[in-house]
């Protein structure tokens, strides 16, 4: 008698268990996530870059990285650290031209550009180089506008080179993470002191 009890009380226990768990599991619906939260998780769920990732030559891992580790975009990468646009480089949703060394070796305008009092002049030569709307590294020929606010405009030449006003594309873009680079030999916008 005892026996048929205790698997009684048992049977008892385990169902109000289970009941319980099945009203604590049922839960009203939540409402979906907003932009920011979505993007806010992103962030967080990126993954860490390897020292081989940041520090080879040409870094795909930002356009700032692609320039900071380049051999070949030394003169540059100065000019791009000095001006106020360090920080759009560094974020995703541009395009970055990036003018060889040898560009600023055969023209010597460009010195003093990073001198403190000249510092309109340099923000505005890095942000005629820094392009809004490219998406990927294909059909790059169209209007767009740089980082002043100007028109500009990449097209292809009577010799068949893509050009983006006074620089010549290397046929070389290269997609990083958070945006494109595109090597250029030339300035895409002369330098303006005025």
């Keep these: 008698m005892r026996i048929p009890l205790f698997f009684s009380i048992l049977i008892l226990l385990l169902a109000s268990c289970s009941s319980s768990t099945e009203s604590e599991t049922i839960s009203p619906a939540k409402p979906g996530k907003t932009k920011p939260e979505l993007e806010a998780k992103a962030k967080l769920s990126r993954r860490a870059y390897t020292a081989e990732e940041l520090n080879r030559p040409y870094s795909t891992v930002s356009p700032w990285r692609y320039i900071y580790t380049s051999p070949e975009a030394q ?82 030449a009577e010799d068949g080179e893509q050009v983006c006003g006074g620089a010549r594309l290397l046929g070389q873009v290269v997609e990083t993470d958070n945006g494109v680079v595109i090597p250029v030999m030339g300035m895409v916008e002369d330098i303006r002191w005025d």
Excluded at 82 to 97: D, P, Q
Excluded at 116 to 128: H, Q, S, T, Y
Excluded at 141 to 146: Q, T
């Design 75 to 156: 003169y540059f990468k100065k000019m791009v650290t000095v001006s106020s646009h360090s920080r759009v480089v560094h974020s995703a949703g541009h395009a970055v031209l990036v003018p060889r060394d040898e560009t600023f070796k055969g023209n010597k305008t460009w010195k003093g550009i990073m001198e403190k009092e000249n510092l309109a002049v340099l923000d505005r030569f890095v942000g005629a180089h820094i392009i809004k709307g490219i998406e990927g590294p294909k059909e790059l020929e169209g209007v767009y506008e740089d980082l002043n606010g100007n028109t500009i405009v990449i097209e292809t």
